[in-house]
């Protein structure tokens, strides 16, 4: 199989520079989306983060590995290198599960939504209430050209399944 990365000077390595910046770059644009406008995430948006704070830690484990090896590639590198693409195959899973929730193709998980309580007890239906999640999964906070955050998400974790599966197979 012809190997894209194979023209770059160190395939390996570039594509797993790649993904510690791609990774960076997009805990950084979630946390500005959060802190500086506004959107709180739901659970699942949660869940979706995890793979990037994981292929980001590896990816630099990666690099500091590579440089005490002469930047070629080991088996110790190539097989964190295919965590990550598993890392990614998951993320994209949890975005692809999002995005049938925010569309209610199917059911949430129960932390996502408030539950119903029947009762005849008054602070009973009010603890309830205030115990509920500040923000739901299957509301679309913000969206672009018809896409969810969830949506960008799944998109991009489909690239970088196929950027780290490139670089875990780069020959040099």
Same mark, same amino acid.
């Given at each position: ?11 390996? $390595? ?19 989306? +959060? ?7 739901? +659970?699942?948006?949660?869940?979706? $983060? ?14 500091? @590995? *590579?440089?005490? *090896? ?7 590198? $190539? ?22 929730? +925010? ?5 949430? @998980? ?28 299957? *509301?679309?906070?913000?969206? @672009? ?25 780069? $020959?040099?």
């Amino acid at each position: 199989m012809h190997n894209i990365l194979n023209h770059l000077p160190h395939p390996h $390595r570039n594509g797993v520079q790649l993904i510690f910046i791609i990774s960076l770059l997009t805990l950084a644009i979630v946390f500005g989306f +959060e802190y500086i406008g506004g959107y709180p995430p739901c +659970e699942l948006c949660w869940y979706q $983060r995890y793979p990037y704070m994981l292929t980001m830690a590896l990816s630099a484990l990666i690099l500091l @590995l *590579e440089v005490n *090896e002469g930047y070629a590639p080991s088996p110790t590198s $190539r097989a964190l290198s295919a965590i990550c693409c598993l890392a990614f195959i998951t993320g994209a899973g949890i975005a692809a599960f999002h995005v049938g929730v +925010e569309q209610q193709w199917w059911q949430g @998980l129960d932390s996502c939504s408030a539950p119903i309580v029947k009762s005849d007890d008054l602070n009973a239906v009010l603890d309830s209430i205030m115990a509920a999640p500040i923000v739901k999964c299957d *509301e679309i906070a913000w969206s @672009l050209f018809g896409i969810s955050m969830a949506g960008y998400n799944f998109l991009l974790s489909l690239g970088l399944i196929f950027l780290s599966g490139l670089a875990t197979i780069a $020959r040099k």
